[in-house]
Structures are given as C-alpha cells and as structure tokens.
C-alpha cells in the first residue's frame, strides 16, 4: 500500500490543555515550520513559557508535560497548607 502524502485533518488542529483547577492552560499550535507549545497563565492568557519544536508528537508531549507538572504544583501547594494546620 503506497503512503499518500496527504496529512490527516487532525495533523493541524490546535489542542489545549487546561490544568485541573483552570487557572493555566497549554496550547499546541503549527507556526510556520514548527510546532510551539505556549503555557498561558488564565484568566488573562498571559505567557509564561513557549517552546518550539520540529515535530508535532514532541511538542504534544511537552505540552502533557508542562500540564502534569502544573497540576503537581497545584496539589503540592495545597498538601503544604493541610501539613502548617496540624502542626499548629
């Protein structure tokens, strides 16, 4: 079966992903000859962080990275105020 060298439609599509309390979103967009990963603070969707990449499953990658790491920050933030109450 010969490979066409047409791309799927998803190929192209801008993906989002918003951390778990909705106060930072990521975003995977194409940008000339590259992929950019933008970690947006909300509710402005000022820029925290960008980052470029050649291939579209490593900027998708990152993205997912910058969105655990986010939500980890989160919760340790949260987990240190319950630990300060029991040793008051």
Known sequence: M??????R???DK?????TLENDFEVEVARTLN???VTVYQL??????????FPERWKAL???QDFTRLLNQR?????EDD???DDIR
């Open 82 to 84: 319950d630990s300060d």
């Open 34 to 36: 590259k992929w950019c």
């Open 61 to 63: 990658a990152r993205a």
């Open 74 to 78: 989160n919760k340790k933030e949260g």
């Open 43 to 52: 509710p402005d969707r000022q820029i925290l962080a960008q980052d470029f």
């Open 9 to 11: 439609f998803d190929d």
């Open 2 to 7: 010969a490979v066409s060298g047409k791309r």
């Open 14 to 18: 801008t993906v989002r992903y918003l």
